[in-house]
């Protein structure tokens, strides 16, 4: 006969369900919490283990193409140059806009993605998850 108590099992969280302006409103604070006045989503994507990848989701050729008007004026620039550069063009847009993420920007913009159009509810479930630690149905 074993000793031991039995394990108690964790309490399963309720599933949220969230309308996708609701999602987007959390994503943002939380994200904007993730980040910091000299880095942009885009630039910590990847560090963060955020789905889209930011500019690391990009080939070097691809990154130059998406950012043209930096890479061209800069031909000999690297790729980590370029990025600091980009990082520095997305702020600026962010605070010119007034947009709380990059995402906000590209949504309209298309620069380096199509920020929030990026993600059909599905994925921003997989975001969603990624960046709270917990499921929700967005729709």
Known sequence: MNSEPEPVPTPIAPLQHLSRPEALALLRTKLHALTDEDHCVCAVADRLGLPCGGFAQYSDDEFRRRFAWIANKRPHATRAELEEAANL???????????GLTCDVET?????????????????????QKVFGRPARIG
């Open 89 to 99: 063009y997305l702020l600026g847009r962010q605070e010119a806009t007034g947009a």
């Open 108 to 128: 309209r913009e298309h620069d380096a993605c199509s920020g929030w159009n990026t993600f059909d509810n599905a994925q921003l479930e997989t975001l969603f």
